[in-house]
């Protein structure tokens, strides 16, 4: 005689069965640690700064970005310029105008670029936040306007200017034309400096290709969240081309300080304290008060 299996669910009523069977968390309650493999309560991040108690800085966009670095998460948006939407026509496995549709639809931004102004302990000024979520954050028309547009923001009101940099690189969608923003972006950086206003870098993960080798790496000072990759090609197509095994952490913020090629490597929770007392020296200026501070990288205490 065959047994029933199902005898627990004929016993249970259907009000309590009910209870069980409904789907009432959501899909993303919990998160998973890349760095440790713990699992993360999602309501507990924004406390965290979007870093796990491992140390991990999850990739973050422009709201979050611009409410952890200004005062009291006060600041004032400015729009990005408009620019041809595809002026190449282009269409691999699917039109690049669809590309730009779906990913407005995700990140409620019309580009990768985003541009703030507020206070940081006191002390005003610019940021641009470039998002990773925008198409990989990837540089094109847009990205170099926008870029452009808060580099005039900066010396309309002399106010120095904070890049926040988080890019796979050129759009290729664009072809030549997203090349022409790496001399576009160089020419605003060097119209900062002519009229003496502070440019600082914030290298954030991943930051590579044509912007690491244009306005990411040109500024007065280079900060660099910890662990991001930061580079020009990816490690994969180094090892092919040299046919060397890279050392380990290669293109890793740590290493690159080690290097000097960052200036130092700041945690999320440090970053508006250090900020906070460059800018003061660069801008010649006092901020607020700051407990527990960090020491400043070591350039700009004499710049």
Not at 5 to 28: A, E, Q, Y
Not at 71 to 99: A, G, I
Not at 158 to 164: E, K, S, T, V
Request: proline share 7%.
């Amino acid at each position: 005689m065959k047994r029933d299996m199902n005898w627990l669910t004929k016993l249970t009523p259907p009000g309590v069965k009910s209870i069980f069977t409904k789907r009432d968390t959501p899909d993303n309650l919990w998160m998973k640690c890349p760095k440790s493999g713990e699992m993360i309560f999602t309501a507990d991040l924004p406390g965290l700064l979007h870093v796990t108690p491992a140390g991990h800085h999850m990739r973050i966009g422009p709201e979050l970005r611009f409410g952890y670095t200004f005062d009291d998460e006060k600041y004032e948006t400015y729009p990005t310029p408009s620019v041809v939407m595809d002026p190449l026509k282009f269409k691999d496995d699917q039109k690049y105008t669809d590309r730009l549709k779906k990913s407005r639809a995700k990140t409620g931004s019309d580009d990768a670029m985003s541009i703030g102004v507020g206070k940081i302990h006191g002390v005003e000024a610019v940021a641009l936040v470039q998002n990773f979520a925008f198409m990989g954050g990837s540089l094109g028309m847009a990205a170099g306007e926008g870029f452009i547009a808060a580099a005039d923001i900066a010396l309309e009101k002399r106010l120095p200017l904070i890049a926040f940099t988080a890019a796979g690189g050129a759009r290729m969608q664009e072809g030549a034309l997203s090349l022409m923003q790496m001399p576009r972006t160089t020419i605003a950086v060097q119209r900062l400096r002519e009229a003496g206003m502070p440019y600082i870098v914030v290298l954030c993960d991943p930051t590579t290709g044509g912007v690491t080798a244009s306005y990411a790496m040109l500024g007065d000072v280079h900060l660099a969240e910890p662990g991001a990759m930061i580079g020009f090609a990816g490690p994969r197509v180094i090892e092919e081309t040299i046919r060397e095994k890279l050392p380990a952490g290669f293109q890793r913020a740590e290493y690159l300080e080690e290097k000097g090629m960052v200036d130092k490597v700041v945690p999320r929770s440090e970053l508006r304290a250090v900020l906070a007392q460059i800018l003061a020296v660069l801008m010649q200026t006092s901020h607020a008060p700051i407990e527990n501070s960090p020491d400043v990288v070591s350039h700009t205490e004499t710049a």
